[in-house]
């Protein structure tokens, strides 16, 4: 075994948990209920840390000594029994924050089982998802070696078969094969031969940005003169700054009736 095998890695620490001492199982079918747990006087407020070392999860439980921790209890999990994880945790029927640990003393070999709790439901969830997030990560190893095994067993069998040391195996993996250095592997490209790249998503959205964008003026580029404003005198200037004279537009008058005539007026 490797020194990198006896590495553990910290998954998880919850300041505050409760610990409980578990009164008799009525009944093994009914499960354990933390309503009988006397919860109001819990028997240490410990430490809680997960740890992980390979395929083996450790839920550690650590005293209080002022500044100093002292380990109270551990609970292996090691899914490589062939147990799933409820053999080693399991949670309570009427509480989504207790708990039930089998404990196992690795230097004397005793076994006992134990309550514990959370004040808050994030607490309890995190600590479920991550024995979950464990539980998956053992799950991925095994199908992973089940794999390898039997990709194994094809090149054995394809060996056996007379293929020989390099026969190959549908689906077997080329990690070994190095495609760089094969002399019969050639990547250059042809006399003339092109390459076209279609962009698209955002940086085709900038490039049409950039082909529209106003070109702009550069530096030390002359600055095109405007038309001066139009004089004083002119049709629509005036003496007034800001004022616009209107246009004259000639007004006819209507012509005066005709004198009454002296017949008319007899």
């Given at each position: 075994?490797?020194?990198?095998?006896?590495?553990?890695?910290?998954?998880?620490?919850?300041?505050?948990?409760?610990?409980?001492?578990?009164?008799?199982?009525?009944?093994?079918?009914?499960?354990?209920?933390?309503?009988?747990?006397?919860?109001?006087n819990?028997?240490?407020?410990a430490?809680?840390?997960?740890?992980?070392?390979?395929?083996?999860?450790?839920?550690?439980?650590?005293?209080?000594?002022?500044?100093?921790?002292?380990?109270?209890?551990?609970?292996k999990?090691?899914?490589?029994?062939?147990?799933?994880?409820?053999?080693?945790?399991?949670?309570?029927?009427?509480?989504?924050?207790?708990?039930?640990?089998?404990?196992?003393?690795?230097?004397?070999?005793?076994?006992?089982?134990?309550?514990?709790?959370?004040?808050?439901?994030?607490e309890?969830?995190?600590?479920?998802?991550?024995?979950?997030?464990?539980?998956?990560?053992?799950?991925?190893?095994?199908?992973?070696?089940?794999?390898?095994?039997?990709?194994?067993?094809?090149?054995?069998?394809?060996?056996?078969?007379?293929?020989?040391?390099?026969?190959?195996?549908?689906?077997?993996?080329?990690?070994?094969?190095?495609?760089?250095?094969?002399?019969?592997?050639?990547?250059?490209?042809?006399?003339?031969?092109?390459?076209?790249?279609?962009?698209?998503?955002?940086?085709?959205?900038?490039?049409?940005?950039?082909?529209?964008e106003?070109?702009?003026?550069?530096?030390?580029?002359?600055?095109?003169?405007?038309?001066?404003?139009?004089?004083?005198?002119?049709?629509?200037?005036?003496?007034?700054?800001?004022?616009?004279r209107?246009?004259?537009?000639?007004?006819?008058?209507?012509?005066?009736?005709?004198?009454?005539?002296?017949?008319?007026?007899?």
């Amino acid at each position: 075994m490797s020194a990198f095998d006896e590495l553990e890695q910290l998954l998880l620490t919850l300041r505050t948990t409760f610990v409980y001492k578990l009164p008799k199982l009525g009944s093994a079918t009914a499960g354990h209920q933390a309503a009988g747990w006397d919860l109001g006087n819990p028997l240490l407020t410990a430490v809680c840390k997960v740890y992980q070392r390979n395929n083996v999860a450790f839920i550690r439980l650590y005293e209080k000594k002022g500044i100093q921790e002292r380990l109270f209890a551990q609970c292996k999990i090691d899914l490589s029994t062939g147990k799933p994880v409820q053999a080693f945790m399991e949670p309570v029927t009427d509480s989504s924050r207790y708990f039930v640990l089998r404990c196992e003393d690795e230097a004397t070999g005793r076994k006992a089982s134990i309550g514990i709790g959370f004040a808050q439901r994030d607490e309890s969830f995190s600590f479920k998802a991550t024995i979950q997030d464990f539980e998956g990560f053992c799950s991925r190893q095994v199908e992973l070696e089940r794999r390898n095994a039997s990709m194994a067993a094809k090149i054995e069998f394809a060996r056996q078969a007379g293929g020989g040391e390099g026969a190959e195996v549908a689906g077997a993996p080329t990690d070994s094969v190095d495609l760089l250095n094969d002399p019969t592997l050639d990547l250059r490209f042809a006399e003339g031969q092109k390459i076209h790249v279609n962009f698209t998503g955002q940086l085709a959205d900038q490039t049409a940005a950039v082909r529209h964008e106003k070109p702009k003026r550069a530096a030390g580029a002359p600055i095109k003169a405007l038309a001066p404003p139009p004089a004083a005198g002119s049709r629509y200037g005036g003496k007034g700054k800001g004022k616009v004279r209107a246009p004259h537009v000639p007004v006819r008058m209507p012509a005066p009736a005709p004198a009454p005539s002296a017949a008319a007026a007899a």
